[in-house]
């Protein structure tokens, strides 16, 4: 790449420079090949990348809006919603070999009732035996483990699946039902193809959510 070409080359006095990581301007004659082959590198990915990022942006204004527009046109219809209780749609071609599915999953947080269960749980774990429920202390031990501040949803849901009798424990997952809040919801879509109506489903790989 020569000065002339360089996308990033600032011109001082006739002479090409470019700026560094602190800051300072380096004659473009001055740094190593390597080094201009890496800047290349890096600014033709990027730009790659937040292309593409911006097409995806598109579409996926264009795909919520097209599966509204569509639920719209049936229910002026024939005065009926398309698709679940929560708003999960699934659409199919009429060959039935491209899907499109529209999930709505609920936003949750947890409230200072979780406190009181995680308290009650302990408890159950110091009256046992110590020696008993190996898993259920790691299950226990990921639910309640705090990462980003964020709680262990998934882990915690199988707690409430675990049955045991133990009044504390009852009281605990009433706790954690109770800490339970929903503040809103997400939509996702995705997209799946197959090539003949009895072959197993081929997710499309996109990472599709409505902001």
Not at 1 to 7: E, F, Y
Not at 179 to 184: E, F, P, T
């Amino acid at each position: 790449m020569t000065a002339r070409t360089h996308p990033a080359s600032i011109d001082v006095d006739g002479k090409p420079y470019l700026r560094d990581a602190k800051g300072a301007l380096v004659p473009l004659a001055s740094v190593k090949a390597t080094d201009l082959l890496m800047d290349e590198l890096v600014r033709g990915m990027t730009s790659g990348a937040a292309a593409v990022s911006s097409q995806i942006s598109a579409f996926k204004v264009s795909a919520f809006d097209q599966v509204a527009s569509f639920q719209a046109l049936l229910a002026q219809d024939y005065n009926a919603t398309l698709g679940g209780k929560r708003g999960n749609i699934t659409l199919t071609s009429f060959d039935g070999c491209l899907k499109v599915q529209l999930q709505v999953s609920d936003l949750l947080e947890f409230g200072p009732e979780l406190q009181a269960a995680k308290a009650l749980v302990d408890e159950c774990l110091t009256a046992w035996s110590k020696d008993s429920g190996t898993e259920l202390r790691a299950l226990v031990t990921r639910a309640f483990s705090v990462e980003k501040g964020q709680i262990n949803r998934t882990e915690l849901f199988m707690l409430l699946r675990v049955n045991i009798t133990d009044e504390r424990w009852v009281r605990a997952m009433d706790a954690i039902r109770d800490s339970i809040r929903v503040i809103g919801s997400r939509q996702y879509m995705r997209f799946y193809q197959r090539s003949t109506p009895d072959a197993g489903w081929q997710a499309i790989t996109l990472d599709i959510a409505a902001a």
